[in-house]
């Protein structure tokens, strides 16, 4: 991988093994070349994403974003940018043990080996909509009707240096929608806080963790009741048995039946005590 | 954001940059892709008791001149005028017009810099002044290291918490140093007519104003 420090531009390893360079030396203030191969695959459209999106920053740097965005997302709920920096800047580790998680399952290794992506235009939203009722496909697609969301709104991952752990911040993004329709949550507070506790045990995020903790704040003193008394005892024991998330293959299951989908993933539905 | 980068700094190389221009009325001026006010209203104040009359701010982008205009209103400087155009050809703007030309912090997004000189020189009325106020070249080595250092460092950072955006703030700090120096800049008001072309530095050369006449 040919790289410009301090520069804007990164250089795909296949252009770098073509022998072509465009340096514009003025910015380029130091420069390695690395004749490590690329393990990646320059061929998977994931690798332009990256590319495009992929931001260097050195570890102070990352420091500080982390910091700095944990704050603005506390005092300003409405920058959904800074939640996404504050996951990425300060999941490293966590995205280590989510990447273990999924090389040790047959189906992770598949999901890290397609790098597939959930948006409008590789989900026919179409064709899972004329899918048989309480098919995983057709649920999806109410549970996006109902709560007035898209597959669109997921902001690519940015300050994720490795392409493999970049993915995985990524598929954690996208399939967190049908995180919450496997497990029957809705988009309000419980209902996000529950998802939280579920994601935050099984991938060790800290923004999902600090999310579990600290979103039951804002609940009213109602809501609250129904928080200690059936989500979060409920939450706490899915996230347990179930299957890790990022192990469901989501786009080979449109069309298994809900009820079978449970089963084998070993979710319990929900229900209020 | 332009508090936050400079530490508030960037007001008073405003308010230095109009008190060099020391507009006296009558007068025709032109301020250039000075789309949200900030000195024109600056040079309105200066002229006292004006409700903006005889100052014209010129844009390439509508959306900050309303901006501008809306906080014109809201000053009261009614007498001012708006006009969405390109400093590279400002084809609604007839020669030897205005007394002075400002443009601050606007010509170093120009793609064309030799051709946004010529109509300012254009435009201008013999005896007219043209008075730039841009990001430069910090002389002393030991504070360019240090200024490089801020700029690369932590202003994306700001940026992206701030604004979201990391790579508009990496492209503003690269800019800078795209844009010619001190000399190099003279130089090239002088190549567009302009005389006794000077300039002056604020801030160690963090930032420069150019100043040119047209005879």
């Given amino acids: 991988m040919l790289k410009l420090i301090n520069g804007r531009n990164w250089y795909a390893a296949c252009t770098f093994r073509r022998g072509i360079v465009i340096s514009s030396e003025k910015f380029c203030l130091k420069a390695e070349a690395s004749s490590e191969e690329d393990s990646s695959g320059a061929d998977n459209p994931y690798f332009a ?6 931001i260097e920053a050195s570890p102070a740097q990352k420091l500080v974003l982390s910091i700095g965005s944990a704050i603005t997302t ?6 959904p940018d800074a939640l996404g920096v504050f996951g990425e800047t300060s999941g490293h580790s966590a995205l280590q043990k989510m990447h273990e998680k999924m090389m040790a399952s047959s189906d992770g290794q598949l999901i890290l080996t397609d790098k597939p992506r959930i948006n409008s235009s590789t989900v026919d939203l179409n064709w899972l909509k004329k899918l048989p009722p309480n098919t995983l496909g057709r649920t999806y697609i109410k549970f996006l009707e109902e709560n007035n969301v898209t597959p669109d709104s997921r902001t690519p991952v940015q300050f994720v240096d490795d392409i493999e752990l ?6 954690y993004r996208e399939i967190h929608d049908l995180v919450h329709t496997v497990l029957g949550m809705p988009t309000n507070m419980l209902g996000e806080v529950a998802v939280k506790w579920v994601e935050g045990i099984q991938t060790g995020l800290p923004m999902c963790v600090s999310g579990a903790i600290f979103g039951p704040l804002r609940l009213k003193p109602k809501q609250r009741q129904r928080y200690l008394n059936s989500y979060l005892p409920w939450a706490l024991s899915t996230a347990a048995n179930a299957e890790f998330v990022l192990n469901i293959y989501f786009e080979k299951r449109w069309e298994q039946p809900m009820g079978e989908l449970l089963k084998e993933l070993k979710i319990e539905p929900f229900v209020e005590t | 954001m332009n508090d936050a980068m400079s530490f508030g700094i960037h007001r008073l190389w405003k308010d230095i940059f109009v008190d060099r221009l020391a507009p006296s009325k009558p007068c025709k001026i032109l301020d250039v892709a000075g789309g949200t006010g900030d000195i024109a209203f600056r040079i309105a ?5 004006s409700d903006g009359g005889g100052i014209t701010v010129c844009d390439i982008n509508q959306a900050m001149l309303d901006v501008g205009r809306k906080r014109a209103s809201e000053l009261g400087f009614s007498g001012m005028e708006w006009l969405q155009g390109n400093a590279e050809c400002l084809s609604s703007i007839a020669d030897n017009t205005y007394d002075s ?5 606007g010509i170093r997004n120009v793609t064309h810099i030799d051709k946004a ?10 005896g007219g002044q ?4 841009e990001f430069s070249q910090v002389q002393n080595e030991n504070l360019r290291w240090l200024y490089d250092q801020y700029s690369f460092q932590a202003i994306p950072v700001m940026g992206q918490l701030i604004a979201g955006q990391w ?3 990496q492209y503003l700090v690269e800019s800078i140093r795209q844009f010619p120096n001190q000399e190099e800049f003279a130089g090239m008001i002088e190549r567009a007519g302009f005389a006794f072309v000077r300039h002056e530095n604020l801030t160690f050369g963090v930032v420069a104003i150019h100043c040119g006449h047209k005879l």
């Fill in chain 2, 117 to 126: 000189l010529k109509e300012a020189y254009r435009v201008l009325k013999p």
């Fill in chain 1, 49 to 54: 994403d990256f590319q495009k999106f992929h």
């Fill in chain 2, 101 to 105: 030309y400002t443009i601050a912090f």
């Fill in chain 1, 74 to 79: 506390l005092l300003n709920p409405g920058r």
């Fill in chain 2, 45 to 49: 104040k200066y002229l006292r008791n």
């Fill in chain 2, 130 to 133: 043209f008075m730039c106020l």
């Fill in chain 2, 167 to 169: 790579k508009a703030y």
């Fill in chain 1, 166 to 171: 970049a993915f995985v911040m990524q598929r």
